[in-house]
């Protein structure tokens, strides 16, 4: 199928019926997954999908579908139920496609052509090997939840009636074990995976599976501490969990409606001098890089917190227009079924100088955090509250494994808090952050 | 009512894969010697409206088609789909299926037998027929309702959505299944801001529910209880921390029965002993007054099915009963490997996925302790109004669970609103904690459930109860 001439006869069909502005967005996908327990397959997946999603702006009035079914009958009804849709909607004065540099998008090498030459019992036996040597790791590991592979090849078209037209190909691939350690009330699960865009990139079968089984091992006899205010060291496992949530505070549409508690703090500190946090969507081969976003912006680098103080919100074309700034963030969409929003791709919080060894042996008594449930951030009060699980650290030391506890106090304070950031940063996703120190926090427990 | 005057094209009715090409597919995925073969067909239109500030500020339709084939043979499973309906692009889907297995074909031709299913799901007007512009007036009233409601209301944002999927199923059985399956829902949520104090609420109604449910009142009402809810945590206090009595109100919080216990009694964690009930079938897992079931059966309720996602009619599964466990959910494939029956519980979210083990509508059954004693029988604790999201291990049955609307209790009487609500804990211990449970048990509207990346619309429902001690974690240290 010809898909850039469908995007087109899409749009070219939407202005026919009145539509003052149209976008197409595209999306073509083959996808494999493999997943394997106790050294046997159980499930072979692979699909092939597309979709599309029309954005269509009339008389300032907003209407969005997407379907799956391309066939002719059917894609002149979507045309026609988007361009009706839009006629319930409410005009906005700040509606609209957004200004697009006509620029060609830089090539960020993140396409492998080479993961659709793998062959299906390659993969399959990477699955079985990565849940072997996990099951085989201890022998307290006493069951599996499985290996699996799957990879990922995208392509993606954006067409509109302001003349862009653009296309990009990406890949990912992935993959990793759980396992389970202990029995009985005790039971423990360990999961861990690697994911990239190129084949080659991914990390060592080994030590994706010892990882896996450390994991669930370091987990059980884990134990709640008895309620109390101590340093709070959150490990870069569990500082993205974190950052997610103070990054939902900085949406700009929700600044607009005064619903976060960072609505008053631009150009101002909102955490210690020592954090910097970017957004980076523009490093080669890294699977949470992109050419162009939801919008058909070319990718760029953001810097939202700078030394503690706050530089920037999150904003999509519409939302900017709507407070009146210049868009800056990316905007992403839920695949082609929606419509784009403001959002950050690849966030990175600057490392510091000192070893996480250091920071723990420089507390006496204190929480060392690996897994947050959530991320504990109320968006609209900044009241911080969050179930953990982790380590006791008693004179420098971890102690022992602790699990049913929650974290809780006011965001701002807890940032401002931060006296100690770790050189442990490590670039896998699309939120890294290296290990940090919180001087004092409540542990609720017992 | 204003509808569209004809019925919306369908391509899928256009496609005409009748029963000789459904058992021509089902013969190419099973020519590998797969022992069983299934192929899924469906065709879902999505409809939503939401309201923000006062504006109309989304219209959105959304077209999913295609078919999934699947392949069974021992414990290996082969799934591959295609939304291209051409015979020749899902011939090619079938074959590809059918690659799990290696061998020869014991069987090639199948009697495909349409089934008579029942009906749970109550819909007479098809929410598809009804033009935009009609739904949106739902969306104006509840607007309006809402911030007329208090001075204090500073945002409304409204949203109704319909989904409307046609599906068909045949197997490798001779089963041929076709259902249609409608849902609803409107959902009414606010925020109130006063004096620098700021809260939120919200209510909504949904299921298997025709148009017919949906009216200017039923907007009136939902907007009124989001008001109320948000009014009424305006002036809530930080919660304290520690371990306290608390007392669940009927109807909202089966969330918590669906999250951190029906997860563990799925079929599949059972079969791989993942769960950390697995062993525990015909053992007292709870207090003897704790009965639990999944039921999909329930006259338009949100998770009810007339057919699961592999043909199977929903059915009513006991759970806990009395304390003992009872039994675990199935689909076909983990049914059969633990040489028992499906319980109607295979799902799937949508052609592209293979169906696993899910709930429906999950509920604490109704007991005897009447409603005020058991308020009354906690000196100092929490009363949860409504239980909001939560996050389980299914291994340990460890969770932890928000509270938008929680009292403190004081002296058997619920007395201030209290914020920042945290109950944590673990499924096992809390089943052996319920000390009361009252006879009025509600089923609420429901949500969507998420598992192995598939969501599905499920409910949960529960009569007031009480649980002897839990852990609240909260922003307040106890002096």
């Given amino acids: 199928m010809d898909y850039k001439k469908i995007a087109e006869t899409v749009v070219k069909k939407a202005l026919k019926l009145g539509a003052d502005e149209a976008e197409a967005y595209l999306e073509n996908n083959r996808e494999f997954e493999v997943n394997v327990r106790n050294g046997k397959v159980e499930t072979v997946k692979q699909s092939m999908t597309k979709g599309m999603g029309l954005t269509v702006f009339k008389d300032k009035k907003l209407g969005f579908s997407y379907t799956s079914d391309f066939s002719e009958k059917a894609l002149e009804d979507f045309v026609e139920k988007t361009v009706q849709l839009s006629q319930i909607a409410t005009p906005k004065p ?8 006509k620029g060609k998008p830089r090539d960020l090498d993140l396409y492998d052509p080479s993961i659709s030459k793998v062959e299906n019992n390659k993969k399959i036996k990477v699955a079985t090997k990565v849940e072997k040597i996990a099951l085989a790791y201890d022998k307290r590991i006493k069951n599996s939840e499985g290996g699996w592979f799957g990879d990922a090849e995208s392509e993606v078209f954006l067409v509109s009636s302001k003349g862009i037209s653009r296309r990009t190909k990406s890949s990912a691939v992935t993959f990793g074990t759980g396992v389970i350690a202990g029995e009985g009330d005790n039971m423990q699960s360990g999961y861990y995976g690697s994911s990239k865009a190129h084949f080659k990139d991914l990390e060592d079968i080994e030590y994706v599976a010892r990882e896996a089984g450390k994991r669930a091992l370091e987990k059980l006899g884990a134990r709640p501490v008895k309620t109390q205010k101590v ?14 949530g103070v990054l939902s505070a900085l949406d700009g549409d929700s600044v607009f409606k005064k619903a976060t508690f960072m609505t008053d703090y631009l150009n101002k500190p909102i955490a210690s001098e ?46 900017a227009r709507k407070a009146g700034v210049k868009v800056n963030t990316i905007a992403q969409r839920y695949v082609y ?29 204190g929480f060392y955090v690996k897994g947050l449930r959530g991320s504990g951030t109320d968006v609209p009060t900044g009241n911080f509250s969050v179930g953990a699980s982790g380590f006791w650290i008693s004179k420098g030391e971890l102690a022992f494994p602790v699990d049913g506890v ?11 808090n931060i006296e100690l950031v770790a050189d442990n940063l490590e670039i896998r996703g699309g939120l890294n952050s290296p290990s940090f120190k919180v001087s004092e926090l409540i542990v609720g427990g017992k | 009512m204003n509808i569209y005057p004809h019925p919306v094209h369908s391509t899928l009715s256009d496609s005409q894969l009748g029963q000789e090409e459904l058992k021509e597919l089902l013969a190419i995925a099973k020519q590998n010697g797969g022992e069983f073969a299934e192929v899924y067909i469906e065709h879902t239109v999505n409809n939503n409206i939401g309201l923000d500030e006062d504006k109309i500020s989304s219209a959105r339709r959304g077209v999913d088609m295609g078919v999934g084939i699947r392949v069974l043979h021992g414990e290996k499973t082969g799934y591959a789909h295609s939304d291209d309906l051409s015979l020749d692009k899902l011939k090619e889907t079938a074959r590809v299926a059918g690659l799990i297995a290696s061998g020869k074909a014991k069987q090639t ?11 749970y799901y109550m819909v007479k007007t098809s929410p598809d027929r009804i033009v935009p512009a009609e739904k949106a007036k739902l969306l104006w009233k509840a607007n309006s309702t809402a911030r007329d409601y208090n001075k204090s209301i500073s945002q409304v944002y409204v949203s109704y959505s319909d989904s409307n999927t046609e599906i068909t199923i045949a197997n490798s059985e001779g089963l041929l299944v076709n259902d249609v399956q409608t849902l609803t829902r409107l959902i009414v949520f606010v925020s109130a801001l006063e004096k620098g104090k700021r809260s939120s609420g919200y209510a909504y109604k949904g299921g298997t529910l025709g148009y017919e449910h949906y009216n200017l009142e039923l907007a009136t009402e939902l907007a009124e209880e989001a008001g109320r809810m948000a009014v009424a945590m305006l002036p809530a206090e930080d919660a304290p921390a520690g371990e306290y009595p608390i007392v669940m109100a009927k109807g909202e919080c089966g969330t918590f029965f669906h999250e951190a216990i029906g997860h563990s009694l799925e079929g599949d964690g059972a079969r791989k002993k993942t769960t950390c009930f697995w062993d525990k079938k ?27 996602d592999e043909g199977t009619p929903g059915q009513k599964n006991i759970l806990i009963r009395d304390g003992k466990c009872k039994g675990f959910l199935y689909d076909k494939l983990n049914a059969k490997l633990m040489k028992t029956k499906s319980t109607g519980s295979g799902r799937r979210q949508s052609y592209q996925h293979y169906p696993i083990p899910r709930m429906t509508n999950t509920y604490l059954m109704a007991g005897k302790d009447n409603p005020e004693d058991i308020l009354r029988s906690v000196k100092k604790g929490i009363y949860i109004s409504q239980i909001g999201g939560g996050n389980v291990s299914p291994t340990t049955g460890r969770f932890v669970f928000s509270v938008p609307e929680g009292y403190l209790i004081e002296n058997g009487k619920i007395t201030s609103p209290l914020k920042g609500i945290q109950l944590m804990g673990n499924g096992p211990d809390v089943l052996k904690n319920i000390t009361m449970v009252g006879p009025d048990l509600e089923i609420s509207g429901g949500g969507t459930c998420g598992k192995d990346g598939q969501s599905k619309p499920v409910s949960d429902g529960n009569p007031t109860l009480k649980v002897s001690k839990i852990t609240i974690g909260g922003a307040k240290v106890r002096g």
């Fill in chain 1, 337 to 365: 079924k929606g419509t784009p929003s403001g959002s950050l791709l690849n966030v990175i919080v600057n490392k510091g100088n000192v070893k996480e060894e250091n920071i723990i042996k420089g507390i006496d008594q």
């Fill in chain 1, 406 to 416: 929650t974290l809780g106090g006011n965001t701002l304070e807890l940032m401002k």
């Fill in chain 1, 231 to 244: 340093p709070v060291v959150f490990s870069r496992w569990a500082a993205p969990s974190f950052w997610s």
């Fill in chain 2, 109 to 119: 031709d199948f009697d495909l037998k349409k089934q008579k299913i029942p009906s």
């Fill in chain 1, 94 to 101: 700040w509606n609209g496609l957004p200004d697009l540099k």
């Fill in chain 1, 274 to 319: 020592q954090i910097t946090l970017i957004d980076d969507p523009t490093i080669p081969r890294h699977i949470a890089s992109t050419t162009f976003d939801g919008e058909g912006k070319l990718a760029r680098k953001n810097t939202l917190i700078d030394k503690g103080v706050l530089k920037m919100f999150i904003y999509d074309t519409i939302t």
């Fill in chain 2, 282 to 308: 015909e053992e007292m897992i709870a207090t003897e007054i704790v009965s639990l079931a999944d039921d999909g059966t329930i006259p338009g309720a949100r998770g009810s099915i007339n057919v699961d």
